[in-house]
């Protein structure tokens, strides 16, 4: 049996609903498949008031083994680092005590979804709540737990970045770890799982045609690529929305609006405006990751000369005006 | 007397604490206390306003389309637009389908099981209860989440993802829906439909509909036993749930789902002492911080006044929830508001002979489950494929704008200030600050507060349960109640 605690702190509860959208089949089911056991999850346990606060009290004092801990939301160190900005209901202790605390007790802590990992929309601004995430303020290591921090098993902080998570992405790493599968290797450079994280947004994206010959978009809405001018950082961004669908079949392209690469750190300090894209001298800055610059260029103005009026008539249009094929008309 | 606190709350969105005071055996006073904070409103200050569409969905991830509507709103205010007739339809049907599966997650995930709970064994209906509801293992629990994933696949189609969607947009909606979407949409609200009229009425939508009066309630529940809806209803019955969580406080709704400027469920105030409705005017909305851990202001004020600046030395707080009034009166939202604003039969008989109180607020919610989707199938069918879904217009670099909708929970509004093209202010005022806000400068208690008051109090800590069915009956979303 592998024993999972769920905890939310500074964030919206979005992680755990997308967890709940978890299909064919459904997260309960995925969980037994791999023999977890939920100690507590705030949408799906019984217990509550004492009965909970017990269960941490029996984690603390080593009478339940924890095998992973998960939080879902910043760690709240405001104001002034006391942590008041969420004291756990109940107990008069801030929820970033009772984090120390738990992170110690766990084989492994995962981060769930953005705001835990990095500290996400909830440190945009001027971060009023001094949210961070566990092992990470934005893109500097270090967080709650500090960068030299790892786990019993000698893990560090998993963080299954998103915002919010896709259902698969929570219950792929759970149950790996439960089954004894999941290696360190498995974790790319921000600690993130290379499961998806391997691919890029780009990659799958129905608007690839588009992409290919710089047939762009000018309003949100237009079926054209969006990197041009919509501020979409699809090229750059890791994670497999348009490989593994949401919501049966979905996606923020599929939406008809820009990827603002939501598993990144500091995803929610856009340079200019979420969407649209800073450019210098025309040309957009952050160009697809690992592609030299002046080939993008001469390719851009290459292909961007190549566009068939098909791809430009669509472009700018909210539905296809201008078919593949053409017609006979009717004698 | 004695005083308890209880908290941390589960199977509520977001963290909740709540401080009583027990005399002789019943809840004498009430403290309720949200005590988590971090500072949207801050942080949507000075950045480009149609950010906030990004930034506001992300408060709450149970109300996240609500929120993006409302945002819409504001901006639409601001711009002096109106959103596309397709545009309409296709948010009117984002927002139904995050509505409906929240009414369903909160009856089958949030509050049915607490029925399961061991202290119920001795009831004649806990054999029956217990091994559908129980918390993770009823065997309602994987049909239901099965529903609610295929049903929320018109996010997948219409949004992009559900939460956190960018399509929903002022003029409208960055997708459109095909002609084959259309039809697959369509296909979804009736597999949908078939689960509610297998599990949870046991009868076409229809029928539930046409209920009339308490009555009539109670023959058809008598008469579809096998309906989960029903199981509620019996237990309810059996436990007086109806005298439980009683308040007398005002309604309002802001009207929901507008289409070519008629509102689905109209907007108002519902007086409760003389059971007249008056028309809606949100000049009239104050926020007080007397008992807010908020930098104070001279007096409450309107939002679009309003500042939200955490101060946690202020002495007379106990939450970070500040206080709404409307025309300085407690108010309660959500679908009993709804449904009795659009003088459903049924819904009026019931309020009239019994207030608010944990059965009617259930009850309102599964008739708009009953009520909506029909309407979701309407929608569908009138998407003109072929034509626009949104309309672009410039934002001014100096502008106001209020942007209102109904969420699962009840009325949640936006208030924008723009200046020299950048958010001025940003206040938010959601459906659970109104239901769970704390006392206000007259001391007067909010809506929650309220309805605690005379609760019986037997035994304490998670056994204390009908504490729980009365907060849990309010369907709380605390990550909005505080942003």
Not at chain 1, 62 to 76: P, R, T
Not at chain 1, 241 to 259: D, H, M, Q, T, V
Not at chain 2, 154 to 176: C, N, R, V
Not at chain 2, 297 to 319: N, R, V
Request: net charge negative.
């Amino acid at each position: 049996m592998f024993n999972v605690l769920w905890l939310q702190s500074g964030g919206c509860g979005g992680c755990s609903i997308s967890l709940l959208n978890a299909e064919s089949p459904d997260v309960l089911t995925r969980f037994k498949s791999a023999d977890i056991n939920v100690l507590w999850h705030p949408s799906l346990s019984e217990a509550s008031v004492d009965e909970f606060l017990q269960l941490l009290d029996d984690i603390i004092t080593d009478k339940i083994h924890l095998d992973a801990l998960c939080l879902e939301g910043s760690v709240m160190k405001g104001p002034n680092g006391t942590g008041r900005f969420h004291m756990l209901a109940g107990t008069g202790k801030s929820m970033m005590s009772w984090l120390n605390e738990l992170s110690e007790k766990a084989d492994y802590t995962l981060a769930m979804g953005s705001c835990a990992a990095f500290g996400g929309v909830t440190a945009a601004g001027n971060n009023p709540g001094e949210a961070c995430g566990l092992q990470y303020d934005g893109q500097i290591s270090g967080g709650l737990l500090g960068e030299q921090w790892q786990s019993s098993k000698g893990f560090p902080v998993i963080n299954v970045a998103g915002c919010p998570t896709h259902p698969d992405w929570v219950t792929d790493v759970l149950m790996q770890l439960a089954l004894g599968d999941l290696q360190y290797a498995d974790l790319d450079e921000l600690n993130r799982p290379r499961a998806y994280t391997d691919h890029l947004v780009h990659h799958g994206c129905a608007r690839n045609e588009y992409y290919e010959y710089k047939a762009s978009a000018e309003t949100l809405g237009d079926i054209g690529c969006m990197m041009e001018h919509k501020g979409c950082l699809g090229t750059q961004a890791r994670a497999d929305c348009n490989i593994r669908p949401w919501n049966g079949g979905g996606s923020c392209l599929k939406g008809g609006y820009p990827c603002i690469n939501c598993t990144a750190p500091e995803f929610e300090k856009p340079r200019l405006s979420f969407t649209e894209t800073p450019k210098i001298a025309g040309i957009p800055v952050g160009l697809p990751t690992d592609m030299p610059k002046a080939w993008f260029v001469a390719l851009a103005s290459l292909s961007k000369a190549a566009t068939p009026k098909r791809l430009k008539d669509n472009a700018t249009a909210s539905q296809i005006i201008t078919p593949p094929g053409k017609r006979k008309e009717r004698p | 007397m004695t005083r308890k606190i209880y908290g941390p709350f589960n199977r509520v969105e977001g963290d909740l604490e709540l401080e009583v005071e027990i005399t002789d055996g019943v809840v004498s006073k009430a403290w309720v206390n949200s005590p988590l904070y971090r500072g949207f409103e801050q942080i949507m200050q000075d950045k480009p306003p149609m950010d906030a569409l990004i930034y506001t969905p992300r408060i709450c991830g149970i109300c996240s389309v609500s929120q993006s509507i409302a945002c819409a709103n504001a901006l639409a205010d601001a711009q002096g637009i109106k959103a596309e007739s397709n545009g309409q339809l296709a948010s009117n049907i984002i927002l139904a389908c995050e509505n409906m599966a929240d009414h369903l997650t909160h009856f089958y995930l949030f509050f049915m099981p607490d029925f399961a709970r061991d202290e119920y064994q001795q009831r004649s209906w806990y054999a029956d209860i217990e091994p559908r509801f129980r918390a993770q293992i009823g065997t309602a629990t994987n049909t239901m989440l099965k529903a609610r994933a295929e049903f929320i696949h018109i996010t997948g189609i219409l949004a992009g993802k559900w939460p956190h969607t960018l399509s929903i947009q002022p003029g409208g909606t960055t997708t459109t829906a095909s002609a084959s979407d259309k039809v697959k949409l369509l296909a979804i609200l009736m597999s949908f439909r078939q689960f509610l009229e297998t599990q949870l009425f046991a009868d076409t939508l229809e029928n539930v509909i046409q209920l009339a009066s308490e009555n009539e309630l109670k023959l058809w529940a008598d008469s579809h036993a096998q309906a989960d809806f029903s199981r509620f209803l019996h237990l309810a019955d059996d436990l007086e749930l109806n005298n439980s969580g009683k308040i007398d406080a005002h309604f309002m709704s802001y009207g929901a789902y507008g289409f070519e400027d008629q509102f689905l469920f109209p907007q108002g105030i519902w007086t409760g002492d003389s059971g007249s409705i008056t028309s809606l005017n949100t000049q009239l909305i104050r926020e007080d911080l007397s008992h807010s851990w908020m930098l104070s202001q001279q007096k409450p004020a309107h939002p679009y006044k309003g500042k939200t600046l955490p101060d946690p030395e202020q002495l007379e707080g106990y939450s970070w929830c500040k206080a709404p009034r409307y025309d300085e009166r407690v108010i309660e939202v959500g679908a009993l508001a709804r449904q009795t604003m659009s003088q459903h039969p049924l819904i009026l008989d019931l309020v009239k002979s019994n207030q608010s109180n944990v059965v009617n607020r259930i009850v309102a919610r599964m008739l708009e489950l009953a009520r909506v989707i029909p309407e979701m199938e309407n929608w569908c069918k009138q998407i003109k494929p072929n034509e626009p879904f949104c309309i672009q217009a410039d934002m001014p670099d100096e502008a106001e704008g209020q942007g209102l909708v109904e969420a699962a929970r009840g009325s949640l509004g936006h208030w924008i200030r723009i200046e020299q093209g950048k958010i001025n202010n940003y206040q938010i005022v959601a459906p659970t600050t109104w239901n769970f806000s704390p006392r206000d400068k007259d001391n007067v208690a909010g809506a929650l507060e309220q309805a605690l008051l005379g609760t019986p109090v037997e035994e304490h800590g998670n056994k204390a349960v009908l504490i729980q069915h009365i907060v849990r009956s309010f369907d709380p979303c605390m990550v909005c109640t505080v942003h």
